[in-house]
């Protein structure tokens, strides 16, 4: 794959892999990570505009480097983290909320910087939502912001 293969309507494969040369999912996981954008971001892209994905699939060594476990749905090619400029994201959240399917969604606020990780599988979706509480706690609880 080039990084400029498109892999859904709107993403390429290098917005995916973070344009990292040694990030290579599998075959699986590349089957994923097209159902991920042609079934999810691609429609969130086609409500809100640009969608900056800041973190996509992520090999053992990247996703360590993130400081995620070992099951995090990132290495599976389960996972995105998107953000979207010029929008209130807690917008963006309640409508991915609202309107679509998805396995688990957490609004991320760290150190000011906020994002929303989603995953999304074929099949099993769990409708997980969570939000990141970047307080003295610095815990996950459930529910919205
Ligand atoms: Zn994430």
Redesign the pocket.
């Known amino acids: 794959m080039n990084f400029k293969d498109k892999i859904s309507r709107y993403f390429s494969y290098g917005e995916l892999v973070l344009y990292r040369k040694d990030n290579n999912p599998s075959r699986g996981e590349l089957v994923k990570l097209t159902q991920l954008c042609n079934n999810f971001l691609d429609h969130v892209r086609d409500v809100f505009g640009k969608t900056i994905v800041t973190?996509g699939y992520r090999n053992k060594k990247y996703n360590k480097a993130a400081g995620?476990r070992d099951t995090?749905?990132?290495m599976k090619g389960e996972?995105?983290?998107i953000y979207i400029s010029n929008i209130d994201m807690r917008i963006v959240f309640l409508y991915i909320y609202e309107n679509m399917d998805y396995d688990q969604l957490?609004f991320?606020n760290v150190n000011g910087k906020i994002?929303i990780?989603v995953s999304w599988k074929l099949k099993g979706n769990r409708k997980s939502t969570l939000t990141y509480r970047d307080n003295e706690y610095k815990k996950y609880s459930g529910g919205l912001i």
Request: no cysteine.
């Open positions: 973190s995620s995090s749905q990132h996972a995105v983290d957490i991320e994002w990780h």
